[in-house]
């Protein structure tokens, strides 16, 4: 029996943070574009995700070639009903503030980098971006659910491609 993950309440929202898959090295490729094993790994989570009904409105990425692809496929098995699109703010150095002011009420995908994801759940969840609140993975997501009774949000759930 398949669960739904994405269970909806009445004005709750999710927010799925997701590290792009494995890249190659700059040495390799200069714009650092996913290896194989990356592009499988996002596949494979995704296609758990599209299993589990997650229902994405908008889909961001950063403007770097590997979340660009990362997104590309996560679109590409469980669709967006606004596609995707490229934010600015969501480099791997960006102030997380920004982004958070842009949250909307819609259930959003950000497919980016570390330590941005990692600070963005951070702020979310605890009030401050410096205490560590989740060990990302490539090609993870991590499902925020905001707590209609405050300004925080809890983690809900994740998918990873490794058990580790």
């Known amino acids: 029996m398949i669960r739904d993950l994405n269970l909806k309440k009445e004005a709750v929202m999710s927010l799925y943070l997701v590290q792009h898959g494995k890249s190659y090295p700059e040495n390799i490729d200069p714009e650092k574009g996913l290896t194989p094993e990356g592009a499988d790994d996002v596949t494979r989570i995704a296609g758990v995700a599209k299993n589990y009904r997650v229902h994405l409105s908008s889909l961001w990425h950063s403007g770097k070639k590997r979340a660009r692809q990362t997104a590309e496929i996560i679109n590409s098995v469980t669709g967006s009903d606004r596609g995707i699109e490229e934010r600015p703010g969501m480099g791997p150095r960006d102030d997380v503030r920004a982004i958070q002011e842009i949250i909307t009420d819609d259930d959003i995908m ?12 951070s702020l979310l969840i605890t009030g401050s971006e410096e205490k560590p609140v989740f060990k990302f993975q490539n090609g993870g997501i991590v499902c925020l659910e905001k707590q209609p009774e405050s300004s925080l949000w809890i983690i809900k759930w994740a998918l990873m491609p490794a058990v580790r």
């Open 110 to 121: 950000l497919v980016g980098h570390m330590p941005f994801m990692s600070r963005l759940a």
